[in-house]
């Protein structure tokens, strides 16, 4: 065995090695949570219980919906990430269609435009959105929750990408053949881009599904709130529900896990389309 491939293969152990410590500082909090969700809280919080505490209930689990009505919030933050995604996913397919194979007077103005909104820090936002929502008498309701976050300049910019790399030969052939803008953006544009749509699902379900301080504050009605914001509630005047925090937590982070499982292959082949580009 040679130098160089000794070194390599040095190089390689010394590589996984610190993946497996990385994945294990990762993994290990949230498999400290799922253990300690079966836990009593008088287990959680001894000091001299050890790394893990000892499972021995599920009521946990049996009073976030007696004392917290989880499912309603859980239904509600299912749906207005849902409803985000998908029109997310398609203004931002449309519109990368559109700066990517449109030609017009201003385009690339309009797309520095788009690249921008991602510089400005979405805090800075927070006050003129509000005061709209207040004007248009849009507090607590789903609408202040949706409409706002329709565009993603993020979403554009990786569409945009994308599509910039189906040719152009294959799109001037749809046309000759009769096809609209619109049949050509439906039928060819977003089949040939579906790893790219799960690439933009995932990160968009992510971020609107952990949402916190825009719906904290848009919604004041119990019955609409998001699970995000609901999870405070185990943060009582004298103390902490631990298990149920747990418990609820370790439910909520079941949709992303199965969006990821889905959607992994496409997810990394449109990340890896996306930054080739």
């Known amino acids: 065995m040679n130098k160089k491939t000794a070194g390599s293969r040095i190089g390689s152990i010394v590589l996984t090695v610190f993946l ?24 959680i919080v001894k000091i001299n219980g050890g790394l893990f505490p000892a499972p021995t209930t599920l009521d946990n689990y049996v ?5 917290f009505n989880f499912f309603r919030l859980f239904a509600n933050s299912l749906f207005v990430a849902s409803v985000k995604t998908i029109i997310i996913i398609y203004t931002s397919a449309l519109m990368g269609f559109v700066f990517s194979k449109m030609r017009f007077f201003g385009r690339d103005f309009l797309f520095g435009i788009v690249m921008s909104t991602m510089m400005i820090p979405w805090a800075v936002t927070i006050i003129p959105q509000y005061e709209m929502m207040v004007q248009f008498g849009w507090l607590d309701s789903y609408k202040a929750l949706i409409i706002p976050g329709m565009i993603s300049g993020f979403g554009i910019f990786l569409f945009r990408q994308s599509i910039s790399g189906i040719s152009d030969e294959l799109i001037e052939a749809a046309r000759l053949d009769g096809a609209s803008d619109t049949r050509i953006f439906h039928s060819l544009i977003l089949p040939l881009s579906h790893n790219t749509i799960a690439a933009l699902a995932i990160f968009t379900f992510l971020w609107n599904w952990e949402d916190y301080l825009w719906p904290f504050l848009m919604i004041t009605d119990e019955s609409k709130q998001l699970l995000a914001v609901g999870l405070k509630a185990f943060n009582g005047q004298y103390g902490t529900d631990y298990g149920g925090l747990f418990a609820a937590t370790s439910l909520a982070i079941v949709p992303v896990i199965i969006v990821y499982v889905i959607f992994q292959k496409q997810f990394i082949a449109g990340i890896a389309t996306g930054s080739s580009k």
């Open 20 to 43: 497996f410590v990385v994945a294990a500082i990762t993994i290990v909090p949230f498999l400290w949570m799922f253990i300690s969700s079966f836990a009593p809280n008088s287990e």
């Open 63 to 67: 009073s976030i919906q007696e004392n």
